[in-house]
Nanobody, 119 residues
Framework: QVQLVESGGGLVQAGGSLRLSCVAS????????FGWHRQAPGKEREWVAR??????DHYTDSVKDRFTISITNARTVHLQMNNLKPEDTGVYYC??????????????WGQGTQVTVSS
């Protein structure tokens, strides 16, 4: 059974930094990239960043030059968030894309970690 567990969320003042981490566990043959999404109170979940298997990273415009997605190994992805703003507040979800197991190939999501940025 594949699981994604996020960590690193918390409360920070505007201008501060946080580093989110997400670890995938289970019998995994391959992962076709990672993504981070977030959901602010009263809003729909939005895509934030994606890292492709080839190492290319992509960001939504509002976080470009402030957030960086990276991996430390094939199962661990991070989101470094600098110069945080109150509008970055929300629950951040890790997404493992195209996870191949013995049974199928599909996306998996973590349970989310809360990020709160105070003004």
């Amino acid at each position: 059974q594949v699981q994604l567990v996020e960590s690193g969320g918390g409360l920070v003042q505007a201008g501060g930094s946080l580093r989110l981490s997400c670890v995938a566990s289970g019998t995994i043959f391959a992962i076709n990239g990672f993504g981070w999404h977030r959901q602010a109170p009263g809003k729909e979940r939005e895509w934030v960043a994606r890292l492709t298997p080839g190492g290319n990273d992509h960001y939504t415009d509002s976080v470009k030059d402030r957030f960086t997605i990276s991996i430390t190994n094939a199962r661990t992805v991070h989101l470094q968030m600098n110069n945080l703003k109150p509008e970055d507040t929300g629950v951040y979800y890790c997404n493992a894309i195209g996870v191949r197991t013995a049974d199928d190939r599909r996306d998996y999501w973590g349970q989310g970690t809360q990020v709160t940025v105070s003004s």
